[in-house]
């Protein structure tokens, strides 16, 4: 069985350039979360998908959003990207509805703005 | 407000000895407490969890317990091995799938 599968794995962008990322959950795993990991402020939850309606938000501007499609992949989106901004994403599936069941996280993307 | 506390930041031990990290959430916290292990340049890996409806559990050399009224959650390692090094998150979950880290604790096992 495929684990949670996040790409691209590595991406440098330029300031006030927007990028995507994508994340395909482990197969009949209808919620997706993601998460930005940084060294200063650790993992942040920023928004959680299941049946294609976004259900929880963080603490996180407006610039970053997110989609969840019918298969459940999930992408996210960060607009006019700042060099705060880089970080690891990551991105976590889980099989219950109810968020008390295990999440699963991908690899990550790693992204640099420069 | 959601939030997790965890401590200590760094723990060092020697191979063989016991680990304890312990945290602490703040309320209306769900039922459901994981620990995540993440190896340098690694995914968090799920390593144990517990829910409310059990004071503790164990899996080899692994043992989480809870106590929901003092609302604090501990996870202890025994016999620790130099791959125990990592750094170690607990979480709680607020809402649906919404996990709330502690800040990490970096262990370190020297041999």
């Known amino acids: 069985k495929a684990g949670v599968t996040q790409t691209p794995r590595y991406l440098i962008k330029t300031r006030g350039q927007q990028v995507t990322l994508s994340c395909s959950p482990i197969s009949g795993h209808r919620s997706v979360s993601w998460y930005q990991q940084t060294p200063g402020q650790g993992l942040q939850f920023l928004f959680e998908?299941?049946?294609?309606?976004?259900?929880n938000k963080g603490n996180f501007p407006g610039r970053f959003s997110g989609r969840q499609f019918s298969n459940s992949r999930s992408e996210m989106n960060v607009s006019t990207l700042e060099l705060g901004d880089s970080a690891l994403y990551l991105c976590a599936s889980s099989l219950d509805a109810g968020g008390n069941t295990e999440a699963f996280f991908g690899q990550g993307t790693r992204l640099t703005v420069v | 407000g959601e939030n997790v506390e965890q401590h200590p930041s760094t723990l060092s031990v020697q191979e063989g000895d016991s680990a304890v990290i312990k945290c602490t959430y703040s309320d209306s916290a769900s039922n459901y407490f994981p620990w995540y292990k993440q190896e340098l340049g690694k995914r968090p890996q799920l390593i144990i969890d517990i829910r409310s409806n059990v004071g503790e559990k164990k899996d080899q050399r692994i043992a989480v317990t809870l106590n929901k009224t003092a609302k604090h959650f501990s996870l202890h390692i025994t016999e620790t091995q130099p791959e125990d090094s990592a750094v170690y998150f607990c979480?709680?979950?607020?809402?649906?799938?919404?996990?709330?880290f502690g800040a990490g604790t970096r262990l370190a096992v020297h041999p």
């Open positions: 979480a709680a979950v607020w809402g649906y799938n919404k996990l709330i």
């Open positions: 998908y299941f049946s294609e309606t976004q259900r």
